[in-house]
């Protein structure tokens, strides 16, 4: 992995939801917290949770899901400290989860050690994942099998957790926020590695993955897998 990649998602410290963490604008009612104002100033569709726990259903939102201010100020003011899902389509976006523990190998295979724009796209976090959003939709998305362990493409009709809500965290023992790396960041357009490559009719869908084009995960030197250090 390169160093732009371990700067860019390893090196960033998380910022908590706060008035003085975004910026503001049109789009700040008084009291509503502010990743709820960013979810609205991005067009993300989303609604409330009433279950505060990393183990409850995604899809077990209140109402209609949707990226109206209005509405999602009136759902936060009848849902206190709720947790809040984030439907992955409606939102025009997709999502690439990473497992801090064992998926930077396979991504730097994954993205050919290309860390461009993508890195820059808006991203959140619990103690073991890490979750870049991307816009894109209506194309084919890529098959991530065995060689790609620790990540893991959310699309279509997704259900995902989104700050500020609450989950458990396995490390303390306690209930923690999912936290923004950087609010402030926009949406990048999702690179074309997580797409379905383009294949011809006597190629396999999986057809980029060719031995001798792409090293194995194993090839991969061992100091780019993230220590426990990054999360602290």
Same mark, same amino acid.
């Given at each position: 992995m390169s160093e732009t990649l371990m700067s860019t998602l390893h090196d960033a410290t998380p910022i908590l939801a706060s008035s003085a963490? +975004?910026?503001?604008?049109? +789009?700040?009612?008084? =009291?509503?917290?502010?990743?709820?104002?960013?979810?609205?100033? /991005?067009? /993300?569709?989303?609604?409330?949770v009433l279950a505060h726990s990393?183990?409850?259903s995604a899809r077990a939102c209140v109402g209609t899901p949707t990226s109206d201010l209005g509405l999602i100020t009136q759902a936060a003011a009848q849902h206190r400290e709720c947790n809040w899902t984030l439907h992955v389509d409606a939102s025009?976006?997709?999502? /690439?989860?990473?497992?801090?523990?064992? =998926?930077? !190998?396979?991504?730097?295979?994954?993205c050919?050690?290309?860390? =461009?724009? &993508?890195?820059?796209?808006?991203?959140? #976090?619990?103690d073991t994942s890490r979750f870049l959003l991307f816009r894109g939709a209506g194309r084919r998305l890529r098959f991530l099998g065995q060689r790609y362990r620790g990540l893991k493409i959310h699309a279509g009709n997704?259900? /995902? +957790?989104?700050?500020?809500?609450? +989950?458990?965290?396995d490390r303390l023992?306690?209930? #923690?926020?999912?936290?923004?790396?950087?609010?402030? !960041?926009p949406l990048v357009d999702a690179?074309?590695?997580? &797409?379905?490559?383009?294949?011809?009719?006597?190629?396999s869908q999986d057809s980029v993955d060719v031995p001798g084009r792409i090293p194995p995960p194993s090839a991969i030197p061992a100091p780019w897998e993230a220590p426990d250090s990054i999360l602290s």
């Open positions: 963490s +975004f910026t503001t604008g049109p +789009f700040d009612p008084a =009291g509503l917290d502010p990743s709820l104002v960013r979810a609205a100033e /991005l067009e /993300l569709v989303i609604a409330p990393k183990y409850s025009g976006i997709v999502v /690439l989860e990473i497992d801090t523990r064992i =998926g930077y !190998a396979p991504l730097s295979v994954l050919r050690n290309s860390f =461009g724009r &993508w890195t820059r796209t808006l991203q959140f #976090r619990d997704a259900f /995902l +957790f989104i700050p500020p809500s609450w +989950f458990v965290s023992g306690s209930s #923690r926020r999912l936290v923004y790396i950087d609010p402030n !960041a690179p074309d590695w997580l &797409w379905e490559p383009e294949f011809n009719s006597g190629g």
